[in-house]
């Protein structure tokens, strides 16, 4: 489904991401850690189509499509989902219409009949109830005054709404408390299905113990140095990152 | 929300869909201006004795002015004598049925989105239609007269009710005031008049579309609503003119009085040509609009968005006479490419307990320049007055301005005045966050900044609210980018 070959990413000519290669197939969840600086967001981030990056090199497709090649909208319609990290904060705009108009804007891209008002009500109500979030939160302007756990739980139902093809987590659990936690866990498990990936990008091991992952990959100056099924976070739980270093610097000399 | 989304996103690829020009005969005289051509346009307007006089005298005036330089704004001279200070559609005559005006006329009309034919029209709102400089036909006119409110142009307010013209002809705004309102008393052809007479609730929208046709013509038109005790009106105004590629003069005058517990809403979606990409063309619109809460409890509301005009220059603002009087002003100007913006507000407290809001929301992209200046003044006699403002700029690109000019004038101790301001520039992570959801780069634009004019579209009539948002995505289309 999504596939990776000798990435190169450059900020300001620093280079963050030195040749990542990365295959997710449907229905797999993967876990990308790292220590801080590692480049885990500038990955998520690539991957969403923010412009601020430079690719330097490599290869990107989905689905079969050159990912490089469209823009941060039609990634969206094609089915990537980025959670964000800091969901930014927009006045004046009440999330029931910010969620109406995405669900679709969507939809309308890949030809689907756009819905009318009150199927969309039902759309959200339905969600909202999924995710045990408060109806209140539609009336009030998108994530503005929102807490951090509020915010990635809007979030999360943004991402219940759109069904993504693949969920892009950047570091959604930073900041939480571990009922916030949770409820960002059981999104992701309700929403998990054969043909929908994930890519969850945490530097701790924590929210893995919610979210299971079938890979986890160690991203260390921006290169995959190791991969492993889910007691490779745990091992990075227990030893920290600095075993993973000397390792890749060793295999760099 | 999708559907106004849809429209949003139907406008946003259209440029100035107003740029049309209608082949409609007009009369004109010729260009320049001089006494003789101020009783022109007196006698062609078979206006009484006084109001020559009083023409003649704001235009002897003028003449002793000079053209204001305050304002945030830069434009070469404007050659006076190069301007057709009257253009009518032909044939001037009386006209009593739709059947008779010019199905040019009409048709222009129609595409604008302003069918005058009343069957077609919307439930509850009545039409003044201004072309060049004459009133071509009001709608609705005998159902408001049942209830004794007279809507109608000028010319016939002066010919059907000169003892109310008289009355309040420059009363509020003097015709000595400025530079513009003294060129505007001399030579105004038409406009709008509007009588609500005591405790009568206005059932409908009053509206006036003013529409310049003709080439190298002035718009001068006045609007002049008297609101009698315990009465209200909801005034809409709308403006837009052809794509030319020299400047035009707009200079109007707008005086609005309000008596005992009687309240005013004046709306206006101003949209005269802006000019092109480079800043050629467009409208200069020098406007004086001034209210005045001449009651007890009386109130005025104004409520602008402002996205047309090569260079807007106006503040609409209230004299807050009567005690426990109410003077609001929201306002969005828009400017982009080389469009250029000097307006806000005066609120002058003069009555026990007046209280005022400025909400006030800039929005500037390309090379333009937008200004805010308002004056908040507490007289002496004016006792617990209390002001709010609030001044929010939001900057598109990097090549743009905004300014605020916030001027106070406190001479009494027990008032109140609060002002906030902000500056702000639509957020690269806003725009990313938005389409990374899967909105267009415009739609995320219109959504930003439909969002930020939020406080001041819930102040406008729901039809009004919704042009206003349309306008406000073509305005800004291709801003960011």
New interface residues.
Partial sequence: MLHINNLKVSVNEKTILNGIDLHVNPGEVHAIMGPNGSGKSTLANVL????DYEIEGGSIFFDGKDLLEM???E???AGI??A?QY??E????SNA??L???V???RK?NDQP????PQ?LKLLREKIDLLGMDQKLLQR??NEGFSGGEKKRNEML?MAL?EPRLGILDETDSGLDIDALRIVADAVNQLRSPERSFIVVTHYQRLLNYIVPDVVHVLYNGRIVKSGDKSLALLLEEKGYDWVKEEANAIAQ | MSDSMQTLEAHTRSDYKYGFTSDIETETIPKGLSEDVVRLISQKKNEPEWLTEWRLKAYRHWLTMTEPVWPNVHYPAIDYQDIIYYAAPKPKKELSSLDEVDPELLRTFEKLGIPLDEQKLLAGVAVDAVIDSVSVKTTYKEKLAELGIIFCSFSEAVKEHPELVRQYLGSVVPATDNYFAALNSAVFSDGSFVYIPKGVRCPMELSTYFRINERNTGQFERTLIVAEEGSYVSYLEGCTAPMRDENQLHAAVVELVSMDRASIKYSTVQNWYPGDKNGVGGIYNFVTKRGLCAGYQSKISWTQVETGSSITWKYPSCILKGDESVGEFYSVAVTNNYQQADTGTKMIHLGKNTKSTIISKGISAGFSNNSYRGLVKIGKKATNAHNFSQCDSLLMGDKCGAHTFPYLEVENSTAKVEHEATTSKIGEDQLFYLQQRGLSEEDAINMIVNGYCKEVFNELPMEFAVEAQKLLAISLEGSVG
């Fill in positions: 969403a189509g923010r412009e823009e941060v909208d990634r969206a319609h989902f980025l964000f969901p930014v927009i006045p004046g705009v219409t910010f109406k108009s995405i679709n804007a969507v891209a756009e819905l009318n008002a969309l302007s998108l943004q759109l």
